[in-house]
């Protein structure tokens, strides 16, 4: 298979193109995970509703962004310039239909090293000046069939952003719901393990959420506790695998969960804007365990601040390593590793607030 232009993007088609039948609710669909590119504004705005569904509006606000600095064409623009962390699923007539978000990292191996979402979540982030010219060089380039103009203009800014890096940090992945049964994640995961084999990184790391400990919390009737939470993260089912669904589909992928990440990502907004979206999102689901704490069946809990007149929401993840075969030519050091190649029979416990 040659290298191709694909949507407008140029990558190569070894790495890129990979096609994945599955059955299911539909009748052998064939999925193509590359390099993400908005080929329109409607397919930008199906890509916020996919996120809306999956974060809720706490996270991602009820409408798509449509500034120059946060909108279409900057998104184009990273993608552009960081293909192998941004990829995209769509299927074979071209509906987009999955996305993955990642960044580079560096781990020295020890899990306490690994730091919480908040900390990488914006590694791919310039500040405002810089993404308003990165949007319009890109958007007069592709207009003038001048992209790998763009690309040698732009290598400097991503060879500052993979300096040091040895591995890819997860950091969101949503799936249209219509396509939820059809194993995209495992094609998602496939594509950035070949892309970090590909760029010689060690590690495939990611503080992942377990999406039914929500559940868990509301049969009980409970608040997020920490020790609540490592009660559920070491649950394994008739099978020996991870109780929680998530955590097996990561398990299934061979990453080893090595912390627990009791903090893992925070957001703060007004009293007001919770009670918008209290009354919004689960409105039947809420429930107060002890004041000022709310929970409504999801990750997260959401602790009210009168002082500041703010409401912050805390979500606990799980650290998962995926060790990349063959990275560095030489996979003896990263078998030796005790941490990744034995199970963790019990989490520490933090202590953190």
Same mark, same amino acid.
């Given at each position: ?20 039948? #599955? ?18 504004? %409607? !397919? ?12 809720? &509006?706490? $996270?991602?606000?009820? @409408? ?19 293909? &192998?962390?941004?990829?995209? =699923? ?6 987009? =239909? ?16 690994? %730091? ?6 914006? #590694? ?28 040698? =203009? ?36 496939? #594509? ?23 559940? $868990?919390?509301? !049969? ?13 993260? @070491?649950?394994?089912?008739?099978? *020996? ?33 919770? !009670? ?16 000022? =704490?709310?929970?409504? *069946? ?42 990744? @190649? ?7 416990? &933090?202590?953190?607030?």
């Amino acid at each position: 298979m040659q290298d191709a232009v694909e949507n407008g993007v140029f990558a190569p088609a070894s790495i890129w193109r990979q096609v994945c039948s #599955t059955s299911g609710g539909m009748t052998n669909p064939h999925f193509v995970a590359g390099p993400r590119f908005f080929r329109d504004q %409607h !397919e930008f705005e199906h890509w916020h509703e996919i996120r809306l569904r999956g974060f809720t &509006e706490w $996270y991602v606000g009820r @409408t798509a962004p449509r500034s120059f600095t946060n909108g279409r064409h900057v998104a184009n623009a990273k993608a552009r310039l960081f293909p &192998e962390f941004l990829p995209q =699923v769509r299927t074979d007539d071209g509906k987009p =239909v999955a996305y993955l978000n990642t960044v580079p990292g560096f781990w020295c191996g020890d899990p306490q090293a690994l %730091h919480d979402l908040n900390y990488y979540d914006d #590694t791919l982030q310039f500040g405002g000046l810089k993404t308003l010219l990165l949007g319009s060089s890109f958007l007069v380039a592709q207009r003038a069939g001048m992209l790998r103009a763009f690309d040698a =203009v732009t290598t400097p800014f991503r060879n500052r952003k993979l300096s040091g890096a040895n591995c890819i940090v997860l950091i969101g992945m949503t799936v249209d719901p219509a396509y939820q049964s059809m194993k995209l994640p495992s094609l998602l995961f496939s #594509t950035v393990k070949e892309a970090a084999r590909r760029l010689r990184m060690k590690y495939v790391v990611g503080p992942f959420r377990p999406n039914a400990y929500g559940q $868990y919390k509301a !049969e009980r009737h409970a608040a997020h506790s920490n020790a609540l939470f490592e009660e559920y993260c @070491t649950g394994r089912n008739e099978h *020996g695998l991870p109780r929680d669904p998530w955590m097996r589909t990561v398990s299934r992928q061979g990453a080893e969960f090595v912390r627990i990440e009791p903090r893992s990502f925070r957001v703060a907004r007004s009293i007001a804007r919770f !009670e918008e979206f209290r009354a919004r999102f689960k409105p039947e689901s809420w429930y107060s365990p002890t004041p000022d =704490v709310w929970e409504c *069946g999801e990750t997260p809990t959401w602790y009210v601040d009168r002082c500041k007149g703010a409401v912050v929401s805390v979500e606990p993840n799980i650290w998962g390593v995926i060790q990349v075969a063959d990275a560095t030519g030489d996979a003896s050091e990263a078998a030796s590793s005790r941490q990744l @190649t034995q199970p963790v029979p019990a989490f520490p416990r &933090e202590v953190r607030v």
